[in-house]
């Protein structure tokens, strides 16, 4: 069943249950679809159909979900623009997925108006007084003169065009047909009667799927514009929500918020998280004051989710970057070098195969093809599996460093970096050595009134791994370099150490 046709058959089955909340609006289901309707029938009215491209970059925005269903719902290609990258690779984003328009928020006017060149048309998600915008419309005057009559459902092969985070390259358009929403409800145990709540970025995979996917099944969902630890815990509390997606450091920050003292949540049964390490520290937290609601999962743009962890399971699987058993409806082989299957226990290539993987890189064949082994996929993720059948994350092929000719995995010695009383999160990166190939360098952030020193850290680390594996050097930094999905990125932190060392820092 596709996303809107799921939305159409759920405005007849619960007309009057709430679909979208957003701060004091809300609308029904049946309220929603004929939104959506009314969006259908502008955009078409605008010129715009089958396979084009419609590029977004807002905010979290009630008429950001409309869109997504609209332009899905006569078979357009939406193409959500992360809005925390630099304007030359939002500018490649438009260019190489040929995008026909763009969507604005209010928050991204300015981008708009330095856009307008290079696409047919820009429209504004918010109504825009007179004078303002330039060369930017205003899509609900649109809306207000379109029909919210019911419209033909058409939506094309390619579903969505979702954009990799570009830790280390220009992002690559990756076109997605299929989500594996069924197979999402049945692992993860999202349901009709959630309330949802949502405050990780449309614009991200993460964002869409856990914002589509209650709305698919029936449920409520509570967007959030953008994520602020205080409010998010007021608002759990406040609408008793059951269920939401979270990365990590969203995770600490309301778990450090003065605010957690005091919050309840009573009501949740379930958050799902991902996108890197849930530290220790954090899970045990988390089931200190909501019980077992923890579920962590890895995925990736291209492959989509191929393992998760849940219930107990998150704490008795707490060491050693655990990610839990194969995803429903998903077969994962670990491979070696040459193609073959390694044994249990060793580390081999992560690669999946399953019914929702992406359909490829756009206009990239040969690089779509660097990502095949057979019919299974990989990104390059690194794991093993042990006996009773559990994946262990050991890092990617690029956080492999070197280190005297061995291979080390960089993970390893974060976590152990991180266990460290006074570390707040650490990072390690591969620097060129003449004498060990590449020399580990840990990247160390402290927590708020902390205290320690290189000699330290590199001795803590020395009594918890192989003494290969240590860091040979400590560098202190006040954060490290993200993109939004969480994701710390080791080729600007690379930079980042290489800048400070030549500097003399």
């Known amino acids: 069943m596709t996303f809107t046709e799921a939305l159409r058959l759920n405005a007849r089955r619960f007309p009057a249950k709430p679909a979208l909340c957003f701060g004091e609006s809300s609308w029904s289901y049946a309220e929603l679809y004929r939104r959506v309707c009314g969006m259908m029938n502008a955009l078409r009215q605008a010129g715009y159909g089958r396979d084009d491209k419609v590029a977004i970059l807002a905010l979290n925005h009630p008429d950001f979900i409309t ?179 979270m990365f990590p450091p969203l995770l600490r920050r309301m778990m450090e918020s003065p605010a957690f003292q005091d919050f309840s949540g009573r009501s949740l049964r379930l958050i799902q998280s991902g996108g890197g390490a849930v530290e220790a520290d954090l899970r045990q937290a988390w089931f200190a004051k909501a019980g077992p609601v923890l579920s962590i999962y890895a995925a990736s743009t291209e492959v989509g989710p191929y393992a998760n962890l849940k219930g107990d399971a998150v704490l008795r699987y707490a060491e050693g970057n655990c990610i839990g058993t194969v995803f429903f409806g998903v077969e994962v082989r670990l491979l070696d070098d040459d193609g073959k299957e390694v044994a249990v226990g060793e580390v081999g290539e992560i690669c999946a195969r399953s019914s929702f993987q992406y359909e490829g890189y756009y206009n990239d064949p040969e690089l779509t093809d660097s990502t095949r082994r057979g019919e299974f996929f990989t990104v390059g993720d690194l794991g093993r599996f042990d006996a009773d059948g559990y994946l262990y994350f050991v890092g990617r092929k690029r956080d492999v460093i070197k280190s005297g000719g061995i291979n080390v995995y960089a993970p390893e010695v974060e976590e152990v970096l991180a266990s460290h009383p006074a570390v707040a999160e650490a990072a390690c990166i591969g620097l060129p050595d003449p004498e060990w190939t590449e020399l580990i360098c840990a990247v160390v952030v402290l927590k708020p009134g902390r205290q320690a020193n290189a000699g330290e850290l590199m001795g803590f680390a020395e009594a918890g791994l192989a003494r290969y594996k240590r860091p040979r050097r400590v560098m202190f930094a006040a954060e490290l370099p993200r993109n939004l999905s969480g994701r710390v990125m080791k080729e600007k932190l690379k930079k980042m150490v290489l800048d400070m060392k030549e500097h003399g820092s």
């Open 67 to 245: 869109a997504y269903f609209a332009l899905m719902g006569f078979g357009a290609v939406p193409v959500p623009v992360n809005y925390r990258l630099s304007d030359d690779d939002m500018l490649h984003i438009l260019t190489h997925s040929h995008s026909r328009a763009l969507l604005v928020d209010r928050h991204h006017l300015a981008h708009g108006e330095r856009f307008a060149g290079r696409v047919e048309q820009v429209y504004c998600l918010d109504a825009l007084q007179a004078g303002e915008g330039g060369r930017v419309l205003s899509l609900p005057e649109r809306l207000a003169a379109a029909s919210d009559a019911e419209a033909d459902l058409r939506e094309s092969r390619a579903l969505i065009m979702l954009h990799t985070s570009g830790t280390t390259s220009r992002p690559k358009g990756t076109l997605r047909e299929k989500w594996g929403f069924e197979e999402r409800a049945i692992e993860q145990g999202f349901a009709t009667e959630d309330r949802t709540l949502c405050v990780m970025p449309l614009c991200l995979s993460a964002g869409f799927g856990y914002a589509m996917l209650p709305l698919y099944l029936g449920a409520t969902v509570y967007l959030m514009e953008s994520f602020d630890a205080e409010r998010t815990l007021a608002l759990i509390d406040k609408e008793k929500i059951t269920a939401a997606m």
